[in-house]
């Protein structure tokens, strides 16, 4: 699944990629090669993201972006960029078939018939995501039956900061090949980690970032639904600083050891959390009339066994954390083998990045 706001336009899949997950705390790397038919995890970098109010300077990224080129050795030019989830806009929507310039065209001069929001100065690309169907003429319908529609995932963004995205990637030597929603990234490393569920069940992939957490159904292999939810590990940790009277700091480094006297209230802090991804899959089951068999927990708190257990238990539905980079080769240093298992849920999303463009 691509959904580029970008694309170079290249007709050749890349054999290698550098993607970056600008998150809101921490960027995370990879540099991902294709060797065959499969995958080698080369390199990967956590370094702080710039701290911004709004969009981010160019200059300001270029300089950032450098930085991470630097950390990763400098050896790839070609880059995948992800873009927040409260950057970019997806909808499901029906289309008449037509051809994908036509598409565009139309979505970006009849945004609010399709989208039901003016969106002038944006992007848009999409995904189909299933084939056109023929609607049941009534029965006392008379004459040629209604128009064939197809399901579209429709993506948006604002041009100004993907133009600036490639800006500042060009500026420090970088190749920009692709900018898309980071929402993507974990659907398509799911893909590969476990082909098997992805094409037959309808699972959840919930990522939990920084400022925000992201849901995304999926049943056999098409996304039905996506949803930001506006809590992330900064609330969490913010929440444990306050009620406990400690530094910001102090409360990072408790939050995954997670000490029994703090478990209380961060039990309080992601109950919440746990209530909104519950209202996205009652409204899944609601309307597609299934079950979803199995949540799968990405991003740095689910690094927490507690966590896990306090999102299971409001879900009421197995929770479970997944490897991001199980599917990968892995041609690391001897320091980054060592790591890669703790820090590699952070992963998840630059590994689904890289995937779109290899």
């Known amino acids: 699944m691509a959904l580029p706001f970008f694309d170079s336009g290249a007709r050749k899949k890349r054999d290698q990629m550098l993607a970056v997950d600008l998150g809101g705390r921490i960027t995370k790397a990879v540099h991902v090669q294709r060797r065959g038919d499969g995958f080698v995890l080369c390199r990967y970098a956590l370094l702080d993201t710039p701290i911004f109010e709004r969009a981010i300077p160019v200059d300001l990224l270029a300089e950032h972006l450098k930085a991470v080129n630097e950390a990763m050795g400098g050896k790839c030019k070609w880059l995948v960029l992800t873009m927040g989830v409260n950057d970019v ?67 948006g963004a604002k041009k100004q900061l993907v133009d600036d995205l490639a800006l500042a990637a060009r500026n420090v030597g970088l190749v920009p090949d692709h900018i898309i929603p980071g929402v993507i990234g974990p659907v398509n ?39 930001v939810v506006g809590i992330g590990g900064d609330r969490l940790t913010a929440g444990l600083a306050e009620s406990m009277n400690i530094s910001y700091a102090e409360a990072e480094g408790i939050k995954i050891g997670m000490p029994t006297e703090v478990q209380a209230v961060l039990e309080s802090l992601l109950t919440p959390l746990g209530r909104e991804l519950r209202a996205s899959l009652d409204f899944f089951e609601h309307q597609q009339d299934r079950p979803v068999s199995q949540v799968y927990l990405s991003g740095g708190p689910s690094r927490s066994d507690f966590v896990v257990e306090v999102l299971r238990r ?42 779109t463009a290899l």
């Open 89 to 155: 806009l997806l909808r499901h929507v029906e289309l008449p078939p037509m051809p994908t310039e036509d598409i565009r065209m139309v979505l970006k001069n009849n945004s609010r018939v399709y989208l039901q929001q003016e969106l002038s100065g944006y992007v848009f690309d999409f995904q189909l995501a299933s084939p056109p169907r023929q609607p049941a003429a009534k029965p006392t319908t008379k004459g040629p039956a209604g128009q064939q529609k197809q399901k579209v995932l429709i993506g």
């Open 189 to 227: 490393a799911f893909e590969k980690a476990a082909p098997e569920v992805f094409a037959k069940e309808s699972v959840a992939l919930v990522d939990l970032g920084f400022r925000s957490s992201s849901i995304s159904i999926l049943q056999e292999g098409e996304l039905i639904l996506n949803r």
């Open 314 to 355: 409001e879900l009421v539905a197995e929770c479970r954390t997944w490897n991001p980079v199980s599917f990968l080769k892995l041609a690391l240093s001897s320091e980054q083998s060592a790591e890669i298992e703790h820090i590699a849920s952070q992963l998840t999303v630059a590994i689904g990045a890289a995937l």
